[in-house]
């Protein structure tokens, strides 16, 4: 199975920071990956796709990037409605591993 | 309005069974690959199942293979999960998703429905 890694688990930062998450994979996953926005007591929602590949009426201050075996998920001026934990999750091969995630809150 | 909406979780025994259901609506059901995912209290996301367009082709995380059983209903745009042999760890949120790019990412939600396993 291929295992993902996050970094940090844990991220406090203040409104209008840009904010870098890290995710990394056991192998090459190629830029078959995904990143997910989870609120406390909500469903998750896709962010990113295909590593880079903006998901329908995700704002635009969101963006992936890498490939390989590192990407990283950016937010360009942090706001309020974006604490949460974010996942990122392999689709190159089953079964689809997704990393421990990353709990984002405001300072 | 896409809509994905889980029913049939609850609270039963180690050993027992359980069948979850997903409704969907909005879009065109025998269209897509649909997935299980799952997520254990105060835990992250685990990957159960998916099912392709047709049911032809079905896949599971090892942990869950030979007990769970995904299957759906195209005619009345249903997924299912019985589950079976449930054990303290199955325990979680199970969510229905809407799956994309062969069934690899999930791109629509349910609200998810709990299941419980505890004597």
């Known amino acids: 199975d291929i295992q993902m890694t996050q970094s940090p688990s844990t991220l406090s930062a203040s409104v209008g920071d840009r904010v870098t998450i890290t995710c990394r994979a056991s192998?090459?996953?190629?830029?078959?990956l995904a990143w997910y926005q989870q609120k406390p007591g909500k469903a998750p929602n896709l962010l990113i796709y295909?590593?880079?590949a903006l998901q329908n009426e995700v704002p635009s201050r969101f963006s992936g990037s890498g490939s390989g075996t590192e990407f990283t998920l950016t937010i360009n001026g942090l706001q309020p409605d974006d604490v949460a934990t974010y996942y990122c999750?392999?689709?190159?091969?089953?079964?689809?591993?997704f990393g421990q995630g990353t709990k984002l809150g405001i300072k | 309005e896409v809509q994905l909406v889980e029913s049939g979780g609850g609270l039963v025994q180690p050993g027992g069974s359980l069948r979850l259901s997903c409704a969907a609506s909005?879009?065109?059901?025998?269209?897509?690959?649909m997935s299980w995912v799952r997520q254990a209290p105060g835990r992250g996301l685990e990957w159960v199942a998916n099912?392709?367009?047709?049911?032809?082709?079905?896949d599971y995380v090892d942990s869950v293979r030979g007990r769970f059983t995904i299957s759906r209903d195209n005619a009345k745009t249903l997924l299912f999960l019985q589950m079976n042999s449930l054990r303290a760890e199955d325990t979680a949120v199970y969510y229905c998703?809407?799956?994309?790019?062969?069934?690899?990412?999930?791109?629509?939600w349910g609200k998810g429905t709990t299941v419980t396993v505890s004597s």
């Open positions: 099912i392709k367009q047709d049911g032809s082709e079905r």
């Open positions: 909005g879009f065109t059901f025998n269209g897509f690959w």
């Open positions: 295909r590593a880079s």
């Open positions: 998703a809407r799956a994309v790019w062969f069934g690899g990412y999930m791109d629509v």
């Open positions: 999750q392999q689709y190159k091969s089953s079964p689809y591993t």
């Open positions: 192998q090459s996953i190629s830029d078959w």
